[in-house]
T-cell receptor, first 112, second 110 residues
C-alpha cells in the first residue's frame, strides 16, 4: 500500500541552528508532494508544494528538493526561529479527487 | 475572515449516542474533506465530497456517515459513538491543489 515515512520527533533546536526533516514515500502512483505545517490549536496549512523536476520548492525560508532515486523530499531551513515551533507533515496527493496522505508529523520545538 | 469554520469546537459525547460535526466553507470550492487526527497516526481521511448531495468514502469510513446538503456545508455523523472515535476532527476544502483546513473539533467519547 501507499506509505509516507518522516523523521520521528520531537526535534528540539536552539534559535539560529539548522533544521532537517526527512521524508520518504512508497506508492505505485505518481503523487504530488507537499509540506504542511500545523501550529498549536490550528488546522494544518500548506507550507509549499514540492516540484518534481530538479527544482527546489521554498517558502518562509524553508526549502525542499525531490530525489527521484530514493522517492524522498526533505525539508530544510538554515536558521530556525522560535516562531518555527510547530508540527511539520510531509504529504502526498495521490490523485486529483481524493484527499491527502499524511506522514505522522514531526514536532519541532525551537528555544531562544 | 476564516474561510473554513467548524462547529462545535469541542464536544463530549456518551458511548452509543449520535454526534454531528458541522463544517462550513466560504471558499466556493467543490471539494470538501473530513479527517481525523490521532496521536501516532497523523491525519487520516474519513469521507470526502466533490458536489452537493454526493459523498465518497475515504480511507477509514467505518462508523461514520457524511452529508453534503449544499456546496458550503459538509457534516460528519457518528450514529453510534464509540470510545475509539475520540479524536480531533478536521474539515477541509480544496482549490486546484491546496487544501484549506478548519480549526478542528475535539471530540471526547465517554
Amino acid at each position: 500500500g501507499d506509505s509516507v515515512t518522516q523523521t520521528k520527533g520531537p526535534v528540539t533546536l536552539s534559535e539560529g541552528t539548522s533544521l532537517t526533516v526527512n521524508c520518504s514515500y512508497e506508492t505505485k502512483q505518481y503523487p504530488t508532494l507537499f509540506w504542511y505545517v500545523q501550529y498549536p490549536g490550528e488546522g494544518p496549512q500548506l507550507l509549499f508544494k514540492v516540484p518534481k523536476a530538479n527544482e527546489k520548492g521554498s517558502n518562509r525560508g524553508f526549502e525542499a528538493t525531490y530525489d527521484k532515486g530514493t522517492t524522498s523530499f526533505h525539508l530544510q531551513k538554515a536558521s530556525v526561529q522560535e516562531s518555527d515551533s510547530a508540527v511539520y507533515y510531509c504529504v502526498l496527493a495521490l490523485n486529483y479527487a481524493q484527499g491527502l496522505t499524511f506522514g505522522l508529523g514531526t514536532r519541532v520545538s525551537v528555544f531562544p | 475572515e476564516a474561510a473554513v469554520t467548524q462547529s462545535p469546537r469541542s464536544k463530549v459525547a456518551v458511548t452509543g449516542g449520535k454526534v454531528t460535526l458541522s463544517c462550513h466553507q466560504t471558499n466556493n470550492h467543490d471539494y470538501m474533506y473530513w479527517y481525523r487526527q490521532d496521536t501516532g497516526h497523523g491525519l487520516r481521511l474519513i469521507h470526502y465530497s466533490y458536489v452537493a448531495d454526493s459523498t465518497e468514502k475515504g480511507d477509514i469510513p467505518d462508523g461514520y456517515k457524511a452529508s453534503r446538503p449544499s456546496q458550503e456545508n459538509f457534516s460528519l455523523i457518528l450514529e453510534l459513538a464509540s470510545l475509539s472515535q475520540t479524536a480531533v476532527y478536521f474539515c477541509a476544502s480544496r482549490d486546484s491543489y491546496e487544501q484549506y483546513f478548519g480549526p478542528g473539533t475535539r471530540l471526547t467519547v465517554l
